[in-house]
C-alpha cells in the first residue's frame, strides 16, 4: 500500500517541491524520513507540537477539526489535550503567547502553518535536533543550521543540554562548530529524541498541506483505475490486431 501511495504522488504530480530556501551554506542536513501516512506519527507529532511550541508559534491556515478528522481524533481529545487557548472547535490554531510578549524575544514568533514547505522536512528535523548552550546569545542558545536564532530550545528538557565542540579559529578569527555533544542527558535518550523530532516534523508536514492525506488515498484508486483500463486497452488492441495478423 505504501508503494501505490508513492505511485500516486508521482502520477498525480504531488511530490513534495523543492523548499523555497535551502540551508545555510555548508550545513549538512540529515534526512527526516517522515511519513504522513503513518497516523501515530502524526498524533504523536501534534500533542509534541501543542505542549512545546505552540506557546509562541501559531498554525493559523489548520482548524482544530480538520486536524481531529485527518488525525483520527474525536473533538473530546482535542479540546481536552491538544488545545490550551480555549478556542472553539472549529477555530484555527493560534499561539498561546499574547502579542505584546513579542518582546521576549524581540519580535513576533512566526507562524509555522507553511514552513514544511518553505523549508523543507529535512531543514526542520536538522534544525530541532542542533540547538547548543551559547552564553554570548541574548537568550542562551544557537543553532547551527540557523545561526544566531532568536529562540531557546524549546525541546531542551526532552533532549538534554547540548554543547558545540569549536574547531581551529579561521582567518577571520571565528570558530566553526564541527560537532554537537549532549553533555547533560534529557528525558529521551539519542533515539527517542530523533522519533520525536521527525514525529515533528511530520505533523508540521502535514500541517503545510492537509489535502495531500486524501489525495494520497485518492491516488491509490487512481493507479488502480488506470492499471485497468491499461489491461482494458490491451486486450482490445489484442483483439484488433487478431484480425490484421489474419
Not at 512566526?110 to 551559547?134: C, E, M, N, Q
Amino acid at each position: 500500500m505504501r508503494v501505490l501511495r508513492s505511485l500516486a504522488t508521482l502520477v498525480l504530480g504531488l511530490a513534495v517541491s523543492t523548499p523555497l530556501f535551502a540551508a545555510e551554506e555548508g550545513v549538512h542536513l540529515e534526512q527526516a524520513g517522515t511519513d504522513i501516512a503513518d497516523r501515530a506519527s502524526l498524533q504523536r507529532g501534534a500533542q509534541l507540537f501543542m505542549n512545546y511550541c505552540s506557546g509562541c508559534h501559531s498554525l493559523k491556515y489548520l482548524r482544530y477539526s480538520r486536524m481531529a478528522d485527518d488525525l483520527g481524533l474525536t473533538e473530546d481529545e482535542v479540546q481536552k489535550n491538544l488545545n490550551f487557548t480555549g478556542a472553539k472547535y472549529g477555530e484555527t490554531i493560534e499561539a498561546s503567547m499574547p502579542p505584546e510578549s513579542s518582546d521576549w524575544f524581540g519580535k513576533q514568533p512566526p507562524d509555522l502553518s507553511l514552513i514544511a514547505r518553505v523549508r523543507g522536512s529535512d531543514w526542520i528535523y536538522t534544525y530541532l535536533k542542533s540547538f547548543y548552550l551559547d552564553e554570548s546569545r541574548p537568550v542562551g542558545w544557537n543553532n547551527t543550521v540557523f545561526p544566531n536564532v532568536s529562540m531557546p530550545n524549546p525541546l531542551w528538557q526532552l533532549q538534554g543540554l547540548q554543547h558545540a565542540e569549536f574547531g581551529k579559529p579561521t582567518a577571520t578569527g571565528d570558530r566553526p562548530v564541527t560537532g554537537l555533544k549532549v553533555t547533560q542527558d534529557g528525558t529521551l535518550d539519542a533515539a527517542g529524541f530523533d522519533r520525536a523530532a521527525r514525529d515533528i516534523t511530520a505533523f508540521l508536514e502535514y500541517a503545510g498541506e492537509p489535502a495531500a492525506l486524501k489525495r494520497q488515498s485518492m491516488g491509490v484508486w487512481v493507479i488502480l483505475f488506470l492499471a485497468l483500463l491499461t489491461f482494458l486497452a490491451w486486450l482490445l488492441k489484442k483483439e484488433y490486431w487478431r484480425d490484421v495478423e489474419h
